[in-house]
């Protein structure tokens, strides 16, 4: 099931994004050509295997997806639980690989832990907002909790 959000949230998403563009020190308008979305958040401020997660889902790339998490992680989906990766993986073929993930705030941080909001567009949507939940430990994530954003 994919949610439309409100106008107010749509908003608020274009100016993030126009934020994140003016302040991504370029001189001018990005002249690149790929379709990767800018993170509107500092990367040093998102946990390294998060940061491994969002590069791999952008770059299509299953395989380091799955890698940024533990052997016995799990992900939880909107309620669905896909535990360990080869569930993950078989969870990234059908519903991420080929989307695009922009990271648009860091709602809560600590260690082990980053909860974002973040615009997920599965392959040519105009995509949804969401809160991303995060457990870590060491260079992995151990639990993601994706739940639609109010």
Known sequence: MIRRPGAALLAALFLASACASKDSGSDGP????????????PRSDVLKPVTAYVQAVNR??????VASFAVDAEVIDVGRVFAGRDAIRGWADREVIG???TVD????SRPGY????????PGGSNGFAAHYAFTVSGA???????TYAD
């Open 30 to 41: 990005s002249t690149s050509t790929s379709a990767t979305p800018r993170s509107a958040v």
């Open 60 to 65: 299509k790339d299953r395989d380091a997806l």
């Open 99 to 101: 989307g695009a993930l």
């Open 105 to 108: 705030a860091v709602v809560e």
């Open 114 to 121: 980053q909860k974002l909001l973040v615009t997920f567009a």
């Open 140 to 146: 992995a994530i151990t639990r993601a909790e994706l």
